[in-house]
């Protein structure tokens, strides 16, 4: 074999042996990036499954402080629950600040009921939007399947509402650095927002968006502080309504709501309660016992009043008659007077804040109790020996749990774990908001995504929701099939299609309580 000969094969056998190497190695980086991604998402899987069991951990929390709720109190929870530990390392579920003031408890009954709204008057009246704006948003609600928004988030879809005035300026949504425990930043944007409203002169100052303001969720159930159900005056007189009024207030009450009723007084709502109190001339500080003790109406619930415990400056300010000075009254003297006063509604009359004429037509709207409350948890891993760490692989929900039946719901979830970087992303598409305003609630998983963490048991699939009820009660459905993780519908569907909104059930099939999950029958 000649020299030129051997050359060349020896340069053939190189190149022969480069390509298998450049092969071989293209093999292992796809090998690794396949494992690497595998990881992730089993990763993911792992996370939400711990999210799934965290969860559960804090419904039977809020459960078991039914008592605090009859007071007028909000339940408390631990800012973090451990769930396991193996191989050195914790699952935890960690609270996350939730509120426009960074608490982690949110009562929905403090933020105004945008399903029982009926004059856009008393929206334009927070402060927070304008006359034709709050029409925008009742017009579109009553466009809505069933005249129902299923939850403030929709608002993104009303004219002229940008995700900014829904949820704030996009630079302070930093679930990730919450995540994080980066505590010192959200003090900082706490400062600087009440600061600047302090500036600007408002009396509340404390809220972010329109979804600190609003929500769908108020609902709660007639009871008295002692948990019994409240007895309904709406009838007619019977010895029945005799004796349960003879049991709690003796034979003279007995007497007097008899004369009453027989010379023709009704009680269709709350403010004739109240209309026959300053009839009698009965003292606020006699009002407790009586108005906890009754009720005009035989539903198994009412809805959208506004707690006046917990409502910031803006949402009482939208009470009827009730005065802005009022209203500033009520938010600095609600953190002032003794905790037993606040079971009532009556504490603003009886510190003299609300003259007693304004109760007949306060009283409806008003409650000093929650039963739905708004919360942000995160769940992941940390070290066994710093539980305060890090978390690893963290996912993050925002819930609304429902106590308003005997078993808790979940009447709301949504994945927020890429939240930030949404807001991140939006705030760099200047000019270009209309996509953004169309997919700002889509950055979670979809239905049947969700539906295998099993945080949505029952959603696109056959399972029951009492996967997510312990202990519930054989009569729950689903409340429809929603195509986004907030109920809306899907986004093929123009929001100002007035025929889109209306397919599917006939408007009488849907139940006038919005959640994942409603009392049948």
């Not at 509402?161 to 900082?188: F, H, Q, S, W």
């Not at 007077?337 to 804040?353: S, V």
């Amino acid at each position: 074999m000649t020299r030129q000969h051997r050359g060349s094969t020896l340069v053939a056998v190189l190149v022969t042996v480069a390509v298998a190497l450049m092969i071989t190695t293209s093999l292992l980086f796809v090998s690794q990036a396949e494992l690497a991604g595998r990881s992730v998402i089993t990763n993911a899987a792992h996370s939400r499954a711990l999210s799934s069991s965290g969860v559960q951990v804090i419904m039977q929390a809020l459960d078991g402080q039914r008592d605090r709720i009859l007071t007028g109190r909000i339940p408390e929870l631990d800012d973090q629950y451990e769930l396991y530990e193996r191989d050195g390392r914790l699952g935890v579920v960690r609270l996350l600040p939730a509120g426009p003031l960074g608490e982690q408890v949110v009562p929905e009954a403090g933020r105004i009921d945008l399903n029982h709204i009926t004059e856009p008057d008393m929206l334009a009246d927070t402060g927070m939007l304008d006359l034709a704006q709050a029409a925008d948003i009742l017009e579109y609600r009553d466009r809505r399947r069933g005249g129902q928004l299923q939850s403030v988030g929709e608002l993104v879809n009303v004219p002229g509402l940008t995700p900014a005035m829904v949820y704030g300026p996009l630079d302070e949504i930093r679930v990730m650095d919450d995540t994080r425990r980066r505590i010192e930043d959200l003090g900082e944007r706490v400062a600087a927002r009440l600061e600047a409203s302090a500036t600007a002169g408002t009396a509340g100052g404390q809220l972010r968006g329109l979804a600190d303001l609003f929500t769908v969720y108020a609902v709660e159930p007639p009871l008295q502080r002692s948990g019994v159900q409240r007895i309904n005056l709406n009838v007619e007189w019977s010895d029945d309504l005799g004796h349960r009024i003879e049991n709690r207030f003796g034979e003279e009450a007995v007497e007097v709501l008899r004369t009453l009723m027989s010379d023709g007084t009704t009680f269709e709502d709350a403010g004739d309660v109240f209309a026959v109190l300053h009839e009698l001339g009965v003292e606020p500080e006699d009002w407790p016992d009586i108005i906890d003790t009754f009720r005009t109406h035989d539903d198994a619930y009412a809805f959208g009043r506004l707690d006046i415990n917990t409502a910031p400056y803006e949402a009482l300010a939208a009470l009827p008659t009730l005065e802005p000075e009022q209203a500033s009254e009520v938010v600095r003297t609600r953190d002032e007077i003794p905790e037993d006063d606040l079971a009532t509604i009556a504490w603003p009359a009886i510190h003299g804040i609300i003259d007693a004429e304004q109760y007949v037509d306060l009283a409806a709207h008003m409650t000093t109790r929650s039963w739905t409350f708004r919360l942000c948890v995160a769940a992941g891993t940390v070290p066994a020996d710093d539980p305060d760490d890090v978390l690893i692989n963290p996912v993050i929900y925002e819930l609304v749990i429902d106590l308003a039946d005997p078993s808790p719901r979940l009447a709301y979830v949504r994945e927020i774990t890429l939240m930030q970087a949404t807001a991140r992303l939006a705030r760099t598409e200047a000019g270009d908001a209309v996509p953004f305003d169309r997919d700002f609630e889509r950055f979670s998983p979809d239905d049947d995504e969700m539906a295998d963490t099993g945080f949505v048991s029952g959603w696109g699939n056959d399972e029951p929701a009492q996967a997510w009820d312990p202990g519930a009660r054989g009569d729950m459905e689903e409340f429809g099939e929603p195509a986004t993780l907030d109920g809306a519908d899907t986004l093929d569907d123009p929001p100002d299609d007035p025929e889109a909104d209306q397919q599917g059930e006939p408007e009488e099939s849907w139940p006038g309580r919005v959640g994942r999950w409603t009392p049948g029958g």
